[in-house]
């Protein structure tokens, strides 16, 4: 199976956490639909989002506490307003830490906008999400809602409310996702029972999950339990019906999914027997990459490794599991670092970076083929960016996947760097650049001229202020089958809008579109690309 899945087309990478909502961060509300909006209208088909899962230390997407679970940040607070699960006085009344002053009014003025909006720099910026402000609220906010849900429920099972009732909705939506809900719901309760602790620091008992302490813990935290349970809830409601918008629109959802597990995850404490853990369940090895362009050390993640011995006998059951979660999700899912599924770095745990690693041999097509049964017509792009690995290669040539190029890294080296367009081949997706990379614009404008040089002659122009418009040129007019370009790029900011700094902490993923900032010049450009590939592709 050598030939593509994809047809060729175009696509925005968009962080939902960017999106320009209230409260301090992006949601699945009204400026979600209105970027689906957008995509279309650019006559472009994906719209690329970075994992959707509940963050842990650090705020990453990429470190999640649950391979099936959803962001709490992501539920919109103007949905739940609507469904009379919160008041708008609650909601304004909190300083979400996007630099608009909280207000006190009654629920009358706030409904009926009788209040005045102010904006105060120093507790706040719309430009960045304030991670420390929204947790702290955010889930105060959930519990008033969770409360009101409570009792909507048992007022629909007391009047007999006809057609589905909210509680009968609750009821089947747990029923429906009990494998990996019941687990996740008493996890996020005990981390709050033990404030907030690694499960690795938990009680033995409940840590080695003996049956009589998970029974116990059950009892005790029920209330916490049905407290995240709803928080998934509204999560897949919202996002279902943004899913589902999107479609109807012409528009597929590209979905990003880290290969590993944090070790501080739901799946690691009720899976153990499935990672590389001791006789004290601590991991013995973690996984990372060798020293690279990014780092002189390499990168030391900490995740723990997969026990790909054990995930075999078993058939690779939880992975099973979590791509066919992935592909209800998404139209696309993006594995980040495929190549971890071929061959796969590992690092003493004790080690305090990553340049004492090896390599080990993966799975390879063995949980390839596990993962193309679960995805159904889904389709897969592999992040095969770092080591170029023959095997990869090949493996991704076999499954029909898509690798990626990064055009960014085109411009080192010399003509056979294959980052550059005219060494492209049709089946892989051209990006301008990724998550972990600088902004084009700031690329640009922080590299002299002696390192531009070949960009200056490959692009055609020797003005820094028009290098981004023919870096998209030359991705749109390229043979590739995808092209995904950010919208920090489209936008053409600076690295003050970089999401990530590999090996770095404090100011990642923290980046927020301004509401409006999308408007018609950038709607006509897009479009006009659009039509480049269109020619092209004719």
């Excluded at 849900?149 to 009968?168: D, H, R």
């Excluded at 640009?444 to 028009?466: N, S, V």
Aim: net charge negative; hydrophobic share 35%; with cysteine.
């Amino acid at each position: 199976m050598s030939d593509t899945k994809f047809e060729r087309n175009a696509g925005i990478l968009m962080p939902v956490s960017s999106l320009p909502s209230p409260y301090g961060i992006g949601t699945f509300g009204k400026d979600a639909y209105d970027f689906v909006t957008f995509v279309k209208e650019c006559n472009h088909k994906y719209w690329q989002v970075l994992p959707l899962g509940p963050t842990t230390y650090g705020d990453s997407p990429y470190q999640s506490y649950s391979a099936f679970a959803g962001n709490p940040y992501f539920v919109d607070l103007d949905m739940l307003i609507e469904a009379g699960f919160l008041l708008k006085s609650e909601v304004i009344s909190r300083d979400w830490g996007d630099g608009i002053v909280p207000v006190n009014v009654s629920e009358d003025d706030a409904v009926n906008g009788r209040f005045g909006t102010y904006r105060d720099g120093n507790i706040g910026d719309e430009r960045c999400v304030s991670y420390e402000k929204i947790y702290n609220n955010r889930f105060d906010i959930l519990r008033i809602a969770y409360n009101r849900f409570k009792a909507a429920c048992a007022e629909s099972k007391k009047t007999l409310a006809k057609g589905l009732p909210i509680y009968k909705q609750f009821d089947n939506f747990v029923k429906d996702n009990a494998d990996w809900l019941e687990d996740y719901a008493l996890f996020m309760a005990l981390k709050s029972h033990f404030n907030n602790v690694s499960w690795g620091e938990w009680e033995t008992d409940i840590k080695f999950r003996k049956p009589e302490a998970m029974s116990r813990y059950e009892e005790q935290l029920s209330d916490d339990i049905g407290y995240w349970k709803f928080i998934q809830f509204e999560f897949y409601l919202q996002w279902n019906a943004l899913k589902q918008y999107a479609n109807s629109n012409g528009i597929e959802i590209i979905g990003d999914i880290p290969i590993y597990m944090g070790y501080d995850s739901v799946d690691v404490w009720a899976n153990q027997g499935e990672f590389q853990l001791d006789e004290n369940l601590t991991p013995i090895k973690v996984a990372g990459v060798p020293p690279d362009a990014f780092s002189d050390a390499g990168q030391k993640w900490g995740n723990p490794l997969y026990d790909y011995d054990k995930m075999e006998a078993n058939g690779f059951s939880w992975w099973r599991k979590r791509m066919a979660a992935s592909a209800k999700l998404y139209d696309v899912i993006r594995i980040d670092h495929f190549i971890g599924i071929v061959k796969y770095y590992t690092i003493p745990a004790d080690m305090p970076d990553a340049r004492q690693g090896e390599y080990r041999q993966g799975p390879g097509q063995k949980l390839l083929d596990a993962i193309n049964e679960s995805i159904g017509d889904k389709k897969i792009i592999a992040e095969d960016l770092g080591v170029e690995v023959p095997e990869v290669a090949k493996i991704l040539k076999e499954n029909g996947y898509p690798g990626m190029k990064v055009l960014e890294f085109a411009f080192g080296g010399d003509r056979k760097n294959p980052h550059l367009p005219y060494n492209y081949t049709q089946n892989l997706v051209c990006y301008g650049g990724t998550h972990d990379n600088e902004t084009l614009l700031g690329f640009f404008e922080d590299r002299g001229d002696w390192e531009l040089g070949y960009a200056y002659d490959y692009l055609d122009t020797r003005d820094k202020g028009r290098m981004v418009d023919q870096v998209f040129r030359a991705a749109y007019s390229s043979v590739a089958v995808l092209t995904v370009f950010a919208v920090q790029d489209i936008l053409k900011l600076g690295n003050w809008a970089r999401m990530n700094l590999p090996s770095s902490m404090g100011n990642n993923w923290k980046w927020r579109m301004q509401k409006g900032q999308l408007g018609q010049h950038e709607l006509e450009c897009m479009r006009y690309l659009a039509s480049v590939f269109d020619r092209e592709r004719k």
